[in-house]
């Protein structure tokens, strides 16, 4: 791995990740005053989301049918040796289908704001491609340094995103957002730091790597303190109680696409951050922390089904009840049950689906009214039925209806949690009443009823565009509901490896002191990782004759060393 | 009979002394501009001090350097002065607090 | 056939997509072709399958479509043919179907602004059938839940159907009654979670096997909350049927849901849905015969809201909540049935009362038809002269709900009360007998209301009656017949003359779990059933013969312009604060509000507004006000003074030195 440029043309998942970076120069020549107005930069923003969209798919679909998607590893750069900080990509059973909801979601945010967004449509544009960016690369990070410059790099695109083209509370929504989330990743930066400062400590190199900070063990104490500081910044993002109140604020006040992307995938970093980083690395402080972890899951679940119930403005009931629905993923985390894990996992991509959904129907009725209060509304089944249709679908899904896609999570999580945690697990049950109270009120206050407003009389049903932009969210809900096993077998290996990883690493006592090589990874499937990736030409060529001069002709020192092994000449 | 090393170092504390508190106390410009070389002639003394104390003559050779180093600095200063006078009629250093919050 | 049993709910699910999404556009014969076919369909299919099924019962029948995986759990979705879902498709499809061709005619001419609903409602009536259908032919609680939820779903948009009344009141209707079903299924949800847990399955062969002694052990641990395992499950279960089944306390929903179409109360709300609770009950009778306590409570709800919703019958003047607080009466007597271990009749009971409620409310659906929707009982009166077919099915229906002798709902009900006393339970008995009588006397009050006495409604009104057409009458015979002959296929033995007669009770004997201890089989002397029997009989024809009383030809002759309303005047007069009571339904509504749902209510404005907006809101903005707090102090040392910035430089130094020297 020679070279930025190698790196981006010969790695999966770089080029995944890198992508939508690259696809914003092309930005720059395009032109938003034209006579066509907006209309290419529209065009052009749908086309590259959908190249995006083809190159998960194009990645991943191959290996989905081997029950259980392999890990996926693209070659590892050097970046900053003198820190052991590397480079990193690694996707495996766990953040793929996350990636793919990243991916899936764009096309459709960028489609269904084609009417919401009016100026500035280059820079709303760059700033959702490079939030996808952001957000791949936190999902792929195997290094957790990487995985900070990621999560950061989210930040600023959203805060774009909600400041410019938001509401009128858009500034104070967006500073909010900003600064909670911040607070929490700067303690994540700070337990991040002292992890790798007590790496070098016991071993006396740099590392910031995932896996090998896996292998250190550390004293319990320590370890809640670490913990705490991780668990704090996902907990914000989650958002759980108490730390939610930026959440209803950011999504009134952002347009359509952010509010579906902050919904659909960014709030989903919170709790994959907890699978991935803070529950393996401090087994012993997270399960102490148990208690508090799913306490705090189980006031998210009522209270914020209960807030949602009393609202007066359609998306801050929505916002709200993801709250609610985030809730039962914590719990599902909390319980450390495979079952609870698949659950939560799906779970969160069920979420993304039918809440992106309820944010797009939301913003289409806002395009039209430009109003999101509940007074505003009333009985506009009867002059928009596609619109009543697909709302009804995605309420349905939301609030948990057997068949459709937010069954299958919930059921799962609550089997998973129930042996484990059986009064837990039964109050969170009684969260499906409360999120019928909620979503039936949503329905009742905007759909039924007579036609009360004047300006309600004369509303546009859905067109092509808004319908496009809704059926593969509706059309996924309805298979994931009724043939789960197809989304369900590919994470199992990747979330069995994780379990039994963390289950071992619990049965083994905390050390009273930080200890290098506490705790080997089993050694069958991890000794050698099942690389997908055979890499670039370049580095074939190099493995297979490693004296030769490569042909390839990208003008480059050839390097000792094969896939990423070994020391390496690093051209900056 | 000799001037014991000492006393030179007295001396150079003193004069080290008076020009700090010129610098900190006076309000007119070119009189804290006249403290400071105070200060850098006290710094002088002792350096020539100590090369005789020490026996080496590194002491001196740093003597010239702050004296170029000061005829710079007083050479720059009274020209910002001067420039400062033409603007604001006076070198009060405390009418000069443009940079308040 | 049998292998194409798991065709029969996908049939209508299939007709229901096509008519929701083609209907819209489509001409209304296709439509009707579709959305009846469909169900037609799926009857001629079930028809085949009990024919095939006959020879080979009781063994039970399971067919597997495919697994639903989900890493280590696995759970099949899979279809299970056994005597009791053999009963139940039988009664769900072909009344199912029979509704249908009813509702063709019914819901052929809406008034605006409902003229185009049509397909809508047959999308969502077959996708009611699709639901139900997978309910009662899961072979696990998985399947029955996916269907379970599914019937609560269409039971909200087919009450919600009116939707764009100005007084709300469907939608409000509907929502009433899925929020009402959700909580029963909170607690269905944590039986179920925790049956997974201690078996591992779900599915109901393999948890209620009698034979298995392991299963039956572990039922009797203890478990929570001071209960054994049967018994938490039982409660759980129970509590979820309440739910579904209307009774106490979640019975509230039901008489609110008649405001959808009728054909909708026809099916849902008194032949079907709402009888889920009681399969649900009899499916898993394992666990209730052994938690003792829980059968006695479901006895004795089941009791108690059958006496209990007979009162407020009485005195309903709205046609369509008669019946509604009928079918929850009648309901009780299912669950007070199984409650005393008496499971066919339970069962049975269904079977009849799903043949003549049905009847009841599509000849009740006749008459609002014929009246221009008109459901006030008080401008009714004399329809039998206009509506002579409509009168002699309703007649039928009444009698059968009644429990006259010679009528199915005799049989049935008899059976239900036979069984409470040869259980001992002779105050449950007692109960029982009363809302015989009751249940006798609000029927016949209807019927004469209804359909004797003099018309009381408008002008325009009696020149439009009419009786219905063919597509509405022929449904109304063939559910006559039911009401008539169903109960001949559970004669009890005492009027058979010593043959085995019971074919009913025979046929489903099988599906109730026999444990060793446990002896389920009680049995009376010829001479007390003969005895209770006849004292029902007496109790019956006494309920029936005072409105008949009423609406005789021999009042009229002393009150000429006599219009039929003496029965309920007399009540209000002699008795007024009763009928009060009765006529606000004990004001158990705006009790819920009050207690619950109003304080529900405070809370969650209390954690929005207090919560959220003050303590949560104002930590940040201590937190804002304490960084502006200490950037204003520290601004104060920018004076702008270069003295004081040379101070500050000098201080440095000093410390510096300090630092490193020192």
Known sequence: MDSFLDLILGNTLTRLVFFPAVACIPLLFLREDGPTGARPVKIYALVASLVELGFGLYYVLPHLGDGGFPLMRDAALDWIPSFGIRYELVMDGISMPLVLLTVFLLPLVLLGSWRGITKHWRAFTAANLLLTTGMLGAFLAFDLFVFYVFWEVMLVPMYLIIGIWGGERRIYAAVKFFLFTLAGSLLMLVAILWLAWTHFDLTGTWSFSYEVLLEMGLPANLQMWLFAAFGLAFLIKVPVFPVHTWLPDAHVEAPTGGSVILAGVLLKLGTYGLLRFALPLFPHASHRAQPWLVAVALIGILYGALVAWVQVDMKKLVAYSSIAHLGFVVLGLAAVDLIAWQGALIQMVNHGLSTGALFLLVGMIYDRRHTKRFDDFSGIAAVMPWFAFFLVFSTLASVGLPGLNGFVGEFLILIGSFRELPVAAAVATFGVVLAAVYLMKLLYRVLWGPLEHEENKSLTDLDLREIVALVPLCALMLWIGFAPQGFLAPSQTALERLHTQYTSRLAQEAPSEPTMAWWRPPEAPDAAPDTLDEGTPLQQARRDDPGREPAVGIGMEASPGASGEGSREVLR | MTVPVTWYLLLAAALFAIGTAGVLTRRNGITIFLSIELMLNAVNLSFVAYSRLLDQLTGQLVVFFVLAVAAAEAAVGLALFIAIYRHRRTIDINRMNLMRW | MLDWLWLIPLIPLASAAVTGLLGPRAPKAAVTTVAVGGPGLALLLALGSLWEYAAIAPEPVTRTLYAWTAGTIEIPVAFLLDPLSAVMLFVVTFVGFWIHVYSVGYMGHEPAPYEHSYQRFFAYLNLFMAAMLLLILGNNFLVSFVGWEGVGLCSYLLIGFYFQNDDRVPPQAGRKAFIVNRIGDFAFLVGMLTLFSVFGTLEYLEIFDAHNAAHVAAFGEPYALGLTLASFVALCLFIGA??????????????????????????????????????????????????????????????????????????????????????????????????????????????????????????????????????????????????????????????????????????????????????????????????????????????????????????????????????????????????????????????????????????????????????????????????????????????????????????????????????????????????????????????????????????????????????IEGAIRVGTFLTELAGDFGRFSTTGNVRDYLLYLFLGIIILFWWVFV
């Open chain 3, 242 to 615: 309440t739910g579904k089944s209307a009774q106490i306390p979640l019975y509230v929903w039901l008489p609110d849901a008649m405001a959808g179409p009728t054909p909708v109360s026809a099916l849902i709300h008194a032949a079907t849905m709402v009888t889920a609770g009681v399969y649900i009950v009899v499916r898993t009778n394992l666990i209730f015969q052994l938690a003792g306590g829980v059968s006695m409570l479901v006895a004795c709800i089941g009791a108690a809201t059958a006496l209990f919703a007979a009162t407020m019958a009485l005195t309903q003047t709205d046609l369509k909540k008669v019946l509604a607080y009928s079918t929850v009466s009648q309901l009780g007597y299912m669950f007070l049935a199984a409650g005393v271990g008496a499971y066919t009749a339970a069962i049975f009971h269904l079977f009849t009362h799903a043949f003549f409620k049905a009847l009841l409310f599509l000849g009740a659906g006749s008459v609002i038809h014929a009246l221009g929707g008109e459901q006030d009982i008080r401008k009714m009166g004399g329809l039998r002269k206009y509506l002579p077919v409509t009168w002699v099915t309703f007649w039928i229906g009444s009698a059968a709900l009644a429990g006259l002798p010679l009528f199915s709902g005799f049989f049935s009900k008899d059976e239900i009360l036979a069984g409470a006393w040869a259980h001992g339970h002779w105050f449950l008995w007692g109960i029982g007998a009363l809302t015989a009588l009751l249940t006798a006397f609000y029927s016949f009050r209807l019927l004469g209301l209804t359909f004797h006495g003099g018309f009381r409604g408008t002008k325009q009104e009696r020149e439009h009656l009419h009786e219905s057409p063919a597509v509405m009458t022929v449904p109304l015979g063939i559910l006559a017949v039911g009401a008539l002959g169903a109960g001949y296929l559970g004669i009890p033995k005492v009027l058979s003359f010593g043959a085995e007669l019971n074919r009913f009770h025979h046929w489903l004997e099988p599906v109730v779990a026999h444990l060793s201890g446990h002896e389920a089989v009680a049995h009376l002397a010829v001479r007390t059933e003969w005895l209770l029997m006849g004292a029902t009989t007496f109790l019956a024809l006494l309920g029936a013969a005072i409105p008949g009383i009423f609406f005789s030809h021999a009042l009229p002759r002393f009150q000429p312009d006599y219009r039929g309303t003496a029965l309920d005047d007399g009540f209000a007069y002699f008795l007024p604060k009763v009928y009060t009571v009765l006529y606000f339904k004990y004001w158990v509504d705006e009790v819920y509000d009050k207690l619950i749902v109003r304080p529900l209510r405070r809370l969650a404005e209390f954690f929005w507004k207090f919560v959220d907006g003050i303590v």
